[in-house]
């Protein structure tokens, strides 16, 4: 299996600064042929279903605010909130879809300052 | 828009199976290039990936539940399903189905609400 490791577990980010999560693989997730990493961001709030903000590693889903980005490549990806709302406290989780089984991090809380 | 929706057994004694029925709308299922799996999360805990079924039928499951674990589909009735055998109280859980994208079929791109499956004595 793909074992996926986020850090930091939480985080505590004032209004309007800059929240970085980090998500590390065990093993590449590029597939080279097509230049793309399987990773996808999602972000879960309670007693919600989690929401994919992003994938392909770095493509925004529609709707997904531009304040949500995802960068990095083979075994090593980021997830940055430029400037932090009050909506975004939740926990953040990113996955690996290149093999299954399709391993999730065990996330990262996003808590206001 | 694509649109999950699922129900099922709630409540469940060790030994016995799980079944959760999830009914896609706003598309084809039978036509759909996508995968649809299902996923669960422990109370307070993160999210585990329990298998996925493809357009053709062919299903790939988590090694951990393989034993167990079978995902089975309906495209008359747009509806595909998940049977769990031999519960304990480790499989106490909210169990999602979900889709994948056009784009990328092997995500989450659509989630169902969750049913909260309890296995207790």
């Known amino acids: 299996d793909i074992v996926m490791n986020q850090s930091p577990d939480s985080l505590a980010v004032s209004l309007g600064e800059r929240a970085t999560i980090n998500c590390k693989s065990s093993?590449?997730?590029?597939?080279?042929?097509?230049?793309?990493?399987?990773i996808a961001w999602y972000q879960q709030k309670p007693g919600q279903p989690p929401k994919l903000l992003i994938y392909?590693?770095?493509t925004r889903e529609s709707g997904v605010p531009d304040r949500f980005s995802g960068s990095g490549s083979v075994t090593d990806f980021t997830l940055t909130i430029s400037s932090l709302q009050a909506e975004d406290a939740a926990v953040y989780y990113c996955?690996?879809?290149?093999?299954?089984?399709?391993?999730f991090g065990q996330g990262t809380r996003v808590e206001i300052k | 828009q694509v649109q999950l929706q699922q129900w099922g057994s709630g409540l469940l004694k060790p030994s016995e199976t799980l079944s959760l029925t999830c009914a896609v709308s706003?598309?084809?299922?039978?036509?759909?290039?996508?995968?649809w799996s299902w996923i669960r999360q422990a109370p307070g805990k993160g999210l585990e990936w329990i298998g996925e079924?493809?357009?053709?039928?062919?299903?790939i499951y988590n090694p951990s539940l393989k034993s167990r674990v079978t995902i089975s589909r309906d495209t008359s009735n747009s509806q595909f399903f998940l049977r769990l055998s031999s519960v304990t109280a480790a499989d106490t859980a909210v169990y999602y189905c979900?889709?994948?994208?056009?784009?990328?079929?092997?995500?989450?791109?659509?989630w169902g609400r969750g049913t909260l499956v309890t296995v207790s004595s």
């Open positions: 996955q690996q879809y290149y093999r299954p089984p399709r391993t």
């Open positions: 706003g598309e084809s299922f039978s036509d759909s290039d996508s995968y």
């Open positions: 079924i493809h357009r053709g039928g062919s299903t």
């Open positions: 979900a889709r994948g994208l056009q784009t990328a079929w092997e995500l989450a791109g659509y």
């Open positions: 392909w590693a770095s």
């Open positions: 093993q590449s997730v590029l597939h080279s042929s097509i230049n793309k990493n399987y």
